[in-house]
C-alpha cells in the first residue's frame, strides 16, 4: 500500500495554501505532456487570462486518455483531503470537480492577474516546468505563480503586497477560489506545461455560518 502524500499548508495572508506531490507522477509524466501538446494541435483553445498561451476547453477532466483519468483522480483525491481539512466545509457536503483545463506557455506567455470565482477553491498542477536557464532568466520570479494579498496593507506593516511559488514538477497548489494571482513569463526553449482545476462545495454557501452539529 503506498504511503500518503505529504501536504504541507502555508497560511499566506491568513489564507490556506495546500502544497502537495503527486505520487507515482513521473511514470506519467511523458505521457501527459504528449497528450496536451497534442490536444493543442487539435484545437484553438480559448483565451481567458492567457496572455499569447495555449488555454484549453474546460473539460480535461471528461478525456478518456487514460494518464489524463489517473492524474485527474489523483487531484480530485488529495483535493477533496485539503479542502476538509480547511475546516469551511459543512459535515457531510459534496465536494465536485467543476473544471479544469490544461496550459501550455511558450516564452514569454503569461497569465493575467485573475481569479476563479465563483468556484469555491482552485489549484494547479505542474506538469513540465523547465529549471531556470542562467542565460535566458530575466528575474527571480520567471515563470513563478504570484499570489496577490486581497489587503495590501503597505510596507509600513512589513506585509509583502505579494508571494510566489516555483513551479515544480509532480507538484500541485490548492487555494480559495477567490486569491487574485497571475503567472510571471518564462524565456525557456521548452513550453511550460500545466493542469488547472476548479472545485464547488454543495450547500457552502446555504451554510455559511454553520457548523457540523447544526
Same mark, same amino acid.
Given at each position: ?38 490536444? !493543442? ?15 484549453? !476547453? ?69 506538469? !513540465? ?86
Amino acid at each position: 500500500m503506498n504511503n500518503p502524500p505529504k501536504i504541507n499548508v502555508a497560511p499566506v495572508f491568513g489564507i490556506p495554501i495546500y502544497e502537495l506531490k503527486i505520487e507515482d507522477f513521473e511514470t506519467h509524466q511523458q505521457a501527459l505532456a504528449t497528450e496536451i501538446l497534442a490536444m !493543442r494541435e487539435q484545437d484553438a483553445g480559448s483565451t481567458v487570462s492567457n496572455q499569447g498561451g495555449w488555454h484549453s !476547453r474546460n473539460n480535461f477532466h471528461q478525456s478518456q486518455n487514460s494518464d489524463v483519468r489517473w492524474l485527474m483522480g489523483e487531484i480530485v483525491k488529495a483535493s477533496s483531503s485539503c479542502i476538509r481539512h480547511s475546516n469551511t466545509v459543512p459535515k457531510g457536503a459534496r465536494i465536485a470537480l467543476a473544471a479544469s483545463w490544461a496550459n501550455v506557455n511558450e516564452s514569454g506567455d503569461w497569465n493575467a492577474p485573475h481569479a476563479h470565482f465563483p468556484a469555491d477553491w482552485s489549484g494547479v498542477c505542474y506538469i !513540465r516546468a523547465n529549471e531556470k536557464n542562467a542565460e535566458t532568466v530575466k528575474s527571480d520570479k520567471d515563470g513563478d505563480i504570484l499570489f496577490f494579498d486581497p489587503l495590501p496593507l503597505g510596507p509600513q506593516y512589513r506585509r509583502p503586497p505579494t508571494i510566489m511559488k516555483k513551479p515544480q514538477n509532480g507538484f500541485m497548489l490548492l487555494f480559495p477560489a477567490y486569491l487574485v494571482h497571475m503567472v510571471a513569463p518564462h524565456f525557456e526553449q521548452e513550453p511550460r506545461i500545466s493542469v488547472a482545476f476548479n472545485f464547488k462545495v454543495a450547500g457552502l454557501r446555504q451554510n455559511v455560518g454553520a457548523t457540523e452539529d447544526n
